[in-house]
């Protein structure tokens, strides 16, 4: 899946690569190189066209990333553009009084009937008590399909041969399934070779009596932009809240992919992967993103900001120290920051004179998070201003924390020592190590 897209991105990205400066025939050959990629995949004129307007208008003036080089920049850029079409991820909604009705619905043949095994399966892996259901009255074949695959990953399966109305068959077997104490039920409806009347109104019918949590339209991803006209039809008369997309194990585009989110306006929840039950998966729109762009090429620049990001607090924090204007708060992000040992270094190397000395700090993980915890139960006011913190409020802290006072008293006493240390060192100009480690 997406080999077509992640080929040509792929092109960009190592292009971009080498790119040293951010000037506009960067940016135009760029944007060029995207559109060409993104009209190969098939994606939807409209999708292309605002993916371009808003990646050219971030990148016009856009100032490179701390951390990252010029073409990085562009890179990452890219990357939040093709996030922002894929949307957020969407978990499935749960119906606060069970059972939660999942309503399956789509054209014949696109995968309805598997998907809902694949479904079943997949909740019943979470822990679920999970019940698959078909509507379809007309074609019984239907049914027995569904009740199978049921059988195959030992789920309960409703059908009412006898019941030639599809909402009071749905009625029934919702009844019989909410007696079953099912936590979900899946309602694999009827299908049809193209949309018709009819269909439609059974499946408002449906929804109007069963009030499902969600409406998945089931997408067959090699049919392209054919798949979208068509879901946004039953998106206008029944209402979607998702997509379940399947076969993007054959289709090599991913245009349909980066589509629905933007034309239609509902997430894409799951993405069927093969023909067997457990080709299913949760559709993370990170993971998408990072497969078309180059996984290990986009977490190389997540980290790299990542570090930025990190020296950056820590070269404010040493500021702080030595302006000597440390308070408990800065204290307790130091702590934070030395439990995740890499920044420590950070803030300590930019401390004149102090590199050396690093090597023999030892930590002890628990006076850590002792440390932590007695200035989490401070309020703001005595993290600002420790000298208020009186007899009762210690009492209060050392309660809050689960420690004793004697230990409040110690963190007091290490912090003041700290703080008159870093007053020596503002004055005398020479920075020593600025707190005495726990031990
Ligand atoms: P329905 O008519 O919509 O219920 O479709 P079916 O569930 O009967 O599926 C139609 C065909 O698509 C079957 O041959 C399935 O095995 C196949 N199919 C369904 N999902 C996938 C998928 O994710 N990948 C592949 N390769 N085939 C799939």
Redesign the pocket.
């Known amino acids: 899946m997406f080999e077509l897209l992640t080929e040509r991105f792929s092109g960009i990205v190592e292009k971009l690569k080498r790119v040293k400066r951010l000037d506009e025939k960067t940016v135009e050959e760029a944007l060029k190189d995207i559109r060409r990629a993104l009209i190969e995949a098939d994606v939807n004129i409209e999708v292309i066209k605002s993916f371009l307007d808003d990646l050219k208008q971030k990148l016009v003036g856009q100032e490179v990333i701390k951390g990252l080089n010029a073409g990085e920049t562009v890179i990452k850029l890219i990357y939040d553009e093709v996030l922002n079409i894929l949307g957020e991820e969407a978990p499935l909604q749960r119906s606060e009084k069970p059972p939660t009705v999942i309503m399956l619905v ?13 479904l079943a399966k997949w909740l019943k892996s979470k822990g679920y008590k999970v019940g698959l259901v078909s509507t379809d009255v007309r074609r019984p074949a ?1 049914g027995k ?1 569904l009740c199978t695959l049921a059988k195959t990953i030992d789920v309960p399966c409703f059908i009412d041969e006898e019941e030639k109305d599809a909402v009071r068959l749905t009625e029934k077997v919702i009844q019989k399934a909410k007696e079953a104490g099912l936590s979900h039920i899946i309602l ?1 409806t009827a ?1 049809r070779l193209h949309i018709d009347q009819e269909l439609m109104d059974e499946l408002v019918h449906i929804k109007e009596k069963v009030n499902p949590s969600e409406i998945l339209y ?1 997408a ?1 991803a090699m049919q392209g932009q054919d798949a979208i006209s068509t879901a946004e039809e039953f998106h206008n008369r029944v209402g979607l809240t998702g997509v379940i997309l ?5 289709d090599a585009k991913g245009g349909i992919a980066l589509s629905v989110r933007k034309v239609i306006g509902v997430p894409i929840k799951f ?5 067997k039950i457990e ?2 998966q949760q559709f993370h729109p990170d993971r998408i993103a990072q497969r078309i762009l180059g996984l290990g090429d986009i977490q190389t620049l997540l980290e790299k900001m990542q570090t930025a990001i990190d020296e950056k607090k820590a070269e404010e924090m040493a500021k702080r120290v030595m302006n000597a204007e440390f308070t408990l708060d800065d204290l307790k992000q130091q702590l934070q920051m030395i439990r995740n040992l890499g920044p420590l270094e950070n803030v300590l190397k930019m401390i004149p004179g102090l590199g050396s000395k690093i090597k023999d700090l030892k930590v002890d993980e628990k006076q850590f998070i002792r440390i932590e915890a007695i200035i989490n139960s401070m309020t703001p006011e005595e993290r600002a201003n420790p000298h208020i913190i009186n007899g009762s409020r210690k009492r209060r802290i050392a309660r809050g924390s689960g420690t004793t006072i004697m230990d409040v008293n110690r963190v007091l006493k290490q912090y003041k020592e700290m703080k008159k240390m870093m007053k020596k060192m503002k004055k005398s100009g020479k920075m020593k190590l600025p707190f005495n480690m726990p031990n």
């Open positions: 789509g054209l014949q043949g696109t995968g309805k009937t598997t998907t809902a095994g694949k239907a399909q694999d299908g089931v067959d399947t076969k993007l194990d054959g993405i069927g992967v093969g023909e080709d299913f």
